[in-house]
């Protein structure tokens, strides 16, 4: 069905199963809920619960890649550079425990400065990993910061950009 071939650089953005899917489905209220960037020879760089890793991009059977992006060739190595810079680091759980507040209708604690502040110092979600890394090459897929970023918001991105 998907006969697209990403190339290094381009991000992908999925809608998986799963309590922890479902999660930040209905905290980002979007049906995407995972997002990556893809580095060449069928792989990815994501961050999951066990932190930033290269993966299998044939983990994922439907990718909606974002094929429509105007990357130059020293952009996409930016991007992929800056993706694979950060394996081993560890998965941004404050984030989420800020989403689960969220979802809890508790909007107050999770947009605490104190918070905001400390979740920055902790690692990455999925998406930030995606916004961080093409913000650095100078090739903004948000206007929001990328800690902000949700995979619902890479996939507008694929629709209305």
């Known amino acids: 069905m998907n006969n697209y071939e990403p190339r290094e650089g381009d991000f992908g953005v999925i809608k998986s199963r799963g309590v922890f899917a479902?999660?930040?489905?209905?905290?980002?209220?979007?049906?995407?809920?995972?997002?990556?960037i893809y580095i060449g020879n069928g792989k990815i760089v994501e961050a999951n619960p066990k932190g930033v890793e290269v993966s299998d991009a044939s983990k994922y059977p439907l990718i909606a890649w974002n094929r429509h992006e105007e990357l130059t060739d020293l952009d996409r190595k930016l991007i992929v550079q800056h993706a694979v810079e950060q394996v081993g680091k560890p998965?941004?759980?404050?984030?989420?425990?800020?989403?689960?507040?969220?979802?809890?209708?508790?909007?107050?604690?999770?947009?605490?400065?104190?918070?905001?502040?400390?979740?920055?110092?902790?690692?990455?979600?999925?998406?930030?990993?995606?916004?961080?890394?093409?913000?650095?090459a100078r090739c903004p897929v948000t206007t929001k910061a990328p800690d902000l970023c949700t995979p619902g918001d890479l996939a507008e991105r694929l629709v209305y950009a």
Not at 22 to 36: E, K, P
């Open 91 to 136: 998965y941004n759980f404050l984030i989420i425990f800020n989403l689960v507040l969220r979802i809890l209708g508790l909007r107050v604690l999770a947009n605490t400065h104190f918070l905001y502040k400390l979740a920055q110092k902790e690692g990455y979600i999925c998406s930030e990993l995606v916004a961080e890394a093409y913000a650095m």
């Open 22 to 36: 479902r999660l930040i489905q209905v905290g980002t209220v979007s049906r995407w809920n995972h997002a990556f």
